[in-house]
């Protein structure tokens, strides 16, 4: 194992610090959460795209520059180190554009991905149902063949910025007598074709990018099935594997946190009184942690350019990320003591930062991409080889 860069990545890396330094935005965007920060995060998007960093290990003909996965950590790592904008896109780029290269038609390819590089089309995820949560093979909603159409009926919910996105990647049951994962196909749907409705739903902080998605004989062509009919619960393991396993959460977004957390306790120790000494060895072990699960992704990425393949051991990552960000937040949260409570906004708000905001979105973070419950299920059943009951 060699842990140093190849003199390619250093200069990779030093070409992207370049560009970021001199584009990234001075001040924060609106939140992306609303009506005018999804437009102003898709034009950081645009501007993103023309200077060919929008998604790095794409072949150059979608909007990539035929980066590997160790140069797109190295690009994320510098992402965050900028602090540039939220993806807006991230279902897209992340999800649905690795699923499209590895199921795609070459035209689906063509006509989808760089558009996506580009956030000219911005997707929504289309999987939860009110019934089907947890247990996705629940999925009510149909897509009946009509010709050379699927006319789509049922009801999506809790797809992120689905108030504003453009598109929606979902799996709907086109053959009406089967039943769990079985006869479920993955489709591509318009959020502006006719049938369609987008009610908005307000979160925890008060923003409606959530929705709510009302399909009524929605026609959509053949064209827009990605794979093949009824395997749609094995192209979605896919999506899914990449969300939990790679690419949704890469490393730099926590060790980012991490950095600031331990900015955060040597402010407060050089001003506190006193200090539970407690806080030190919890910042401590949170910078480790953060470190850890990026010497993990690293060895998952160069086993992935070996050849291989994300597999169950996704959920294990899973469960890491989204407890060490909470771990995070809780304990910026102590050191700020009284203060933690105060919005951005208030008078005696200096120094308190994001980190309210950071840990109300850190709680999503165990039931969004599948539940840590259910993870530990798969664990238990597909790592630990444990009877299902
Ligand atoms: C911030 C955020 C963003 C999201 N974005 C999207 C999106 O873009 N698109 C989309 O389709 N969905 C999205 N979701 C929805 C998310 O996928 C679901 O909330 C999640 O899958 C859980 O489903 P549920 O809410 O119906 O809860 P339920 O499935 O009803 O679960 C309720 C509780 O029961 C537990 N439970 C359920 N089944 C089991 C079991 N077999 N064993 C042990 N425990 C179990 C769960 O862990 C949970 O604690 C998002 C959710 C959040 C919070």
Not at 168 to 187: A, K, V, W, Y
Not at 226 to 237: C, F
């Amino acid at each position: 194992m060699d842990l140093r860069y190849t003199p390619e990545q250093e200069a990779f890396r030093k070409e992207a610090r370049a560009w970021l330094e001199a584009h990234v935005p001075t001040e924060p965007l609106p939140s992306l959460d609303t009506a005018e920060g999804f437009e102003a995060h898709r034009q950081w998007e645009h501007e993103l795209n023309a200077g060919g960093w929008a998604m790095v290990p794409w072949p150059v003909e979608y909007g990539g520059r035929g980066a590997d996965l160790l140069e797109w950590l190295i690009f994320e790592e510098e992402y965050y180190r900028a602090g540039a904008p939220g993806r807006v896109n991230q279902n897209g780029i992340f999800l649905l554009g690795p699923t499209i290269m590895e199921y795609g038609t070459p035209e689906q390819k063509a006509r989808y991905l760089p558009k996506m590089a580009s956030s000219e089309e911005v997707w929504a995820q289309g999987w939860s149902e009110p019934n089907a949560g947890s247990d996705m093979a629940a999925i009510q909603a149909t897509a009946a063949l009509d010709g050379d159409d699927y006319v789509i009926n049922g009801q999506k919910t809790w797809a992120s910025r689905g108030a504003y996105a453009d598109w929606l990647f979902g799996m709907f049951r086109t053959d009406p007598d089967s039943e769990r994962h079985h006869g479920l196909t993955f489709i591509l749907v318009p959020l502006d074709a006719k049938g369609v409705t987008v009610r908005p739903i307000e979160q925890l902080d008060g923003e409606a990018g959530f929705a709510e998605v009302f399909l009524d004989d929605v026609r959509v062509p053949v064209a827009n099935r990605l794979g093949e009919p009824e395997q749609g619960w094995s192209v979605a393991m896919a999506t899914a594997g990449f969300e939990r396993g790679l690419m949704l959460r890469s490393p730099a977004r926590f060790q980012n946190t991490a950095r600031k957390l331990v900015g955060l306790y040597r402010e407060t120790a050089a001003t506190a009184e006193r200090i539970d000494p407690c806080l030190r060895d919890e910042v401590a072990r949170c910078w480790m942690d953060a470190e850890a699960y990026a010497l993990n992704t690293y060895q998952t990425v160069s086993r992935l350019l070996a050849g291989g393949k994300i597999g169950a051991e996704a959920s294990l990552n899973k469960i890491f990320w989204s407890e060490l960000d909470m771990k995070m937040h809780e304990t910026a949260l102590r050191l700020l003591g009284a203060r933690a409570e105060l919005l951005p906004a208030a008078p005696a708000a200096s120094g308190v930062g994001s980190w309210l905001d950071g840990f109300l979105f850190a709680l999503s973070g165990p039931i969004y991409a599948g539940t840590n419950e259910v993870q530990r299920n798969i664990i238990a059943e597909r790592i630990l080889g444990l009877p299902r009951r």
